[in-house]
């Protein structure tokens, strides 16, 4: 997804992830009246502000993640666009945990490059435990060149350190000697979603959909011993399937449903 965030997952790159994402949901013939170009599928106003919203069930368990962006800059320079937003993400359990989850923040950059393919760049984020800070960008083909079938790959990395001594402690015994980050290369493909004429959220019915599958090929990391590098491919193999997803973008909007693990986070409402 297009700014891996800590989500949550959605996880971004989380069981302490949040993540990102995108979208188009037609084909070659696409209808006229869809945007050929990614800045499109962007809301334009500086203080536009959306939530997306999921709530799990399992017995008498219930999760409610809430997302919330807003566009806090937009700035363009000949023919490149920059777009950056706030992303603030609040998980509530009930029955409440004994040691809730703080808020993640995050703020992802947008740039819309002279060839149409856009680039986001996590940057670094943390809560309460941890402290995740990316290197390199995703980097998405032009919508021409989605709708005629072409894929990226690529990679991106990741650095987490523990926030508190415990979280630090935690995962010492796991790396090398003299490392105080986990270092994790996360490798991906960008690729088109199926096709689909509009989808129906809290906040509304879109079509000209823009869908984008991002899927992670593989995830390793540098830094760390055998053993630990063993005890950690579970998580990681998790990690990266918390990522993988599929989202759609409506044009003026941004993404109004994003599909991952089984589970879809709908659009549930925008103002400014």
Do not use: I, K, M
């Given at each position: 997804m297009?700014?891996?965030?800590?989500?949550?997952?959605?996880?971004?790159?989380?069981?302490?992830?949040?993540?990102?994402?995108?979208?188009?949901?037609?084909?070659?013939?696409?209808?006229?009246?869809?945007?050929?170009?990614?800045?499109?599928?962007?809301?334009?106003?500086?203080?536009?502000?959306?939530?997306?919203?999921?709530?799990?069930?399992?017995?008498?368990e219930t999760i409610v993640s809430t997302g919330t962006q807003r566009l806090v800059s937009l700035r363009r320079s000949g023919a490149v666009t920059r777009i950056a937003e706030t992303v603030v993400t609040v998980v509530k359990e009930t029955p409440p945990p004994s040691t809730p989850l703080a808020p993640l923040r995050q703020t992802l950059r947008y740039t819309f490059l002279a060839d149409g393919s856009i680039a986001t760049a996590p940057g670094a984020y943390s809560n309460a435990l941890w402290r995740y800070t990316y290197a390199g960008a995703e980097v998405y083909p032009s919508v021409a060149a989605l709708r005629a079938g072409d894929t990226n790959t690529s990679s991106v990395a990741l650095a987490m350190t523990g926030a508190t001594a415990a979280t630090e402690s935690s995962i010492a015994p796991l790396l090398l000697s003299g490392h105080r980050a986990l270092d994790i290369t996360f490798h991906y493909q960008v690729g088109l979603a199926p096709p689909k004429s509009e989808i129906t959220t809290p906040a509304g019915t879109f079509s000209n959909l823009l869908g984008v599958e991002f899927h992670i090929t593989g995830v390793s990391v540098s830094d760390a011993t055998k053993k630990g590098a063993a005890s950690l491919r579970p998580l990681l193999s998790a990690l990266g399937s918390e990522i993988s997803a599929t989202t759609y973008f409506a044009p003026g909007v941004g993404a109004v449903a994003t599909t991952t693990l089984g589970h879809t986070i709908l659009l549930d409402r925008c103002s400014g």
């Open positions: 297009l700014g891996c965030a800590a989500r949550r997952g959605r996880g971004a790159p989380g069981a302490g992830f949040a993540a990102l994402a995108l979208a188009l949901a037609s084909s070659a013939s696409a209808s006229a009246s869809a945007p050929s170009q990614w800045l499109a599928y962007f809301p334009s106003q500086v203080g536009h502000t959306c939530v997306e919203s999921l709530t799990l069930r399992s017995g008498s």
